[in-house]
């Protein structure tokens, strides 16, 4: 990870909810709950979050868990705080954080592909180990690993009641295949409530690594992992304390 977030969570921020809304978290929230079901124990009622970003995948949680939910940038989660307030908030590094508390579920969904270095990986994993109950479990979401990586592109985008609207290309490529990072480059035009319209453009560097890394990073962290593919094809890890 680098020191300093992506422009999008940290000027930006305030876009977020129109770039990825709620509305667009339901499929996925609704596989990770039947996951989390049988997974965990049933009495599991806590789950931490490192890098819930705008909450939006969090506002289909909240009802099932009581939530705490963690990012390193504070406009990321006053976005958050917004749509979720009746959650906890706390602002932190993944790599560093520590609350001195155990949870019954520890999430790191698509802010593990902000860990551009192993050192950073196994960083986010040792953090998630630590706040993870005995008998609880952590999960890992990257959105892609080595073994599935593909170049894209995507587009989307929404508007609000106020006027304000958003739209954006997303442009996945691998400037430098032998490394261990790929690029994800946005053009996003925003405008404003008056009808202004900006363009921004914004790089973020993503990690890209072998799922057998993870999996050696997991077991170095004292966590015991197993992996699945699930409908988008995106390789979840689902760990708990304990050695193999
Ligand atoms: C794609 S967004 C997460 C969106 C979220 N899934 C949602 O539903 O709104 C990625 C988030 O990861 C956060 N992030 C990146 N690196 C981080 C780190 N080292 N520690 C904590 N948060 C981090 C960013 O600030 C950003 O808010």
């Known amino acids: 990870m680098t020191s300093t977030n992506a422009r999008f969570y940290d000027e930006f921020a305030e876009w977020w909810p129109l770039f990825s809304p709620p509305e667009e978290y ?11 079901k049988r997974s965990s124990s049933s009495d599991a009622k806590t789950l931490l979050e490192l890098g819930c970003g705008g909450g939006s995948l969090a506002s ?19 976005v958050s705080q917004r749509l979720n307030p009746e959650s906890e908030h706390v602002e932190g590094d993944m790599r560093t954080l520590r609350l001195g508390r155990t949870f ?17 990986a196994r960083a986010a994993l040792t ?26 592109t995507d587009e989307g985008g929404h ?46 560097v993503e990690g890209l690594f072998p799922r057998d890394s993870w999996l050696r990073w997991f077991r170095e962290a004292g966590l ?12 979840v890890f689902i760990a708990r304390p304990g050695r193999q």
């Open 159 to 204: 508007d609000a009641p106020d006027g304000r609207g958003l739209r954006y290309l997303e442009w996945t490529w691998d400037p430098n295949p032998d490394d261990e990072t790929y690029a994800v480059d946005y053009a996003f035009l925003l405008r404003d409530a008056a009808g202004d319209v900006q363009v921004v453009h914004d790089r973020h």
């Open 104 to 120: 019954d579920v520890v999430l790191i969904h698509d802010a593990i592909m902000y860990a551009t270095s192993p050192a950073d």
């Open 26 to 36: 339901v499929e996925e929230a609704a596989d990770l709950l039947e996951l989390f």
């Open 127 to 152: 953090t998630a180990a630590m706040h993870c109950r005995s008998n609880g479990i952590v999960c890992v979401l990257p959105d892609v690993v080595r073994e599935t990586f593909e170049p894209g």
């Open 224 to 235: 015991s992992p197993e992996c699945s593919i699930d409908r988008w094809g995106r390789t």
């Open 60 to 78: 289909h949680l909240k009802s099932h868990f009581t939530l705490t939910l963690t990012d390193r940038s504070p406009g990321m989660l006053a």
